[in-house]
């Protein structure tokens, strides 16, 4: 047993503490106005999204590529929950009536939906670390 697990049994850290942010300095908490910034971009996406499954093309700009598949179930996650911090990618089954099958692979892509070098993305790059 190492000393980070012997700090996550403690209680002191959890299983997925982000080092990097500690090690960094880096907050943890959001200030008001990037807390007011990210609810304005999600309930625009949830506006649109619970009107139709593509976003319109202002939000989206690649929505007339994209397909309506939530009638695909269920999706299996590829991450391993258990060890994964981010369960973010799928993979799913269609059985078609002519007897073939196609295979679907779901990616996430959350960046479609922030601006390059807007205030988002900008606090993004200072704030996120992905270990692989």
Known sequence: EDVFDILVR???WSRYEN???LRFGR???FSPA???KFSELSHKILDFSSVCYSLPSQLDRDVKHRVDLTYLSPIFAI???TDSDEVDDGISLD???DGSTWIYIHIADPSR???ANGDLDLLARRRVSSVF
């Open 10 to 12: 403690l209680g002191i």
């Open 19 to 21: 080092l990097n942010l």
């Open 27 to 29: 907050s943890l908490e």
């Open 34 to 36: 990037e807390l007011k």
């Open 79 to 81: 991450d391993n929950s």
């Open 95 to 97: 059985i078609r009536s």
């Open 113 to 115: 939906f922030v601006a």
